[in-house]
Antibody, heavy 122, light 108 residues
């Protein structure tokens, strides 16, 4: 059974940093691109960042470019999101998601975690 | 950036009725790269349709997708009680990947 479990969220002051993690199991993690998608309270879905299976392709939404860094450790079956210079508008539930198709970088997402909540407030 | 617009914002229907949800793109999207998701309160999104018309694993055949270019449709042939939720379309053909704002299907 595929499982994605996010952690690392919490309350943080504007300008501070936070590192999110996503622990994956139930599939060959190193074969699939992974992405972060966020959802502000009561709002829709927003793609944040994605990383290919071998970290060769990485992308960011304009809203987080230069502040967030995505990475992965295939040996540990883990995905990360380093978030620096956090802003109140970064407040959201952050989902880790797996692409459906082996080898694809940009794709649809067949599995999602339950999310980790990041609240940026003074 | 490809902007996706979904209509209507809210659809009020009764169980057993047919639901037709629209997703319109600001630029042409290859039908290979259009997906639909369902999200219920407190839950993560669930993939329903990919490639505009292919059902994801385990999705009932009352869900169907169609369309091409800039206009796409998700149809639920007969609404079941568990289908009342928010539905999002997504394009993944061009960076940045984008989602529509969602259509809420509520019980009338």
């Amino acid at each position: 059974e595929v499982q994605l479990v996010e952690s690392g969220g919490g309350l943080v002051q504007p300008g501070r940093s936070l590192r999110l993690s996503c622990a994956a199991s139930g599939f060959t993690f190193g074969d699939y691109a992974m992405h972060w998608v966020r959802q502000a309270p009561g709002k829709g879905l927003e793609w944040v960042s994605g990383i290919s299976w071998n970290s060769g392709s990485i992308g960011y939404a304009d809203s987080v470019k230069g502040r967030f860094t995505i990475s992965r450790d295939n040996a540990k079956n883990s995905l990360y999101l380093q978030m620096n210079s956090l802003r109140p508008e970064d407040t959201a539930l952050y989902y880790c998601s797996k692409v459906r198709t082996y080898g694809d970088y940009f794709s649809n997402f067949d599995y999602w975690g339950q999310g980790t909540l990041v609240t940026v407030s003074s | 950036e490809i902007v996706l617009t979904q209509s209507p914002g809210t659809l009020s229907l009764s169980p057993g009725e047919r639901a037709t949800l629209s997703c319109r793109a600001s630029q042409s999207v290859s039908s290979t790269f259009l997906a639909w998701y369902q999200q219920k309160p407190g839950q993560a999104p669930r993939l329903l349709i990919y490639g505009a018309s292919s059902r994801a694993t385990g999705i009932p055949d009352r869900f169907s997708g169609s369309g091409s270019g800039t206009d796409f449709t998700l149809t639920i042939s007969r609404l079941e009680p568990e289908d009342f939720a928010v539905y999002y379309c997504q394009q993944y053909g061009r960076s940045p990947l984008t989602f529509g704002p969602g259509t809420k299907v509520e019980i009338k």
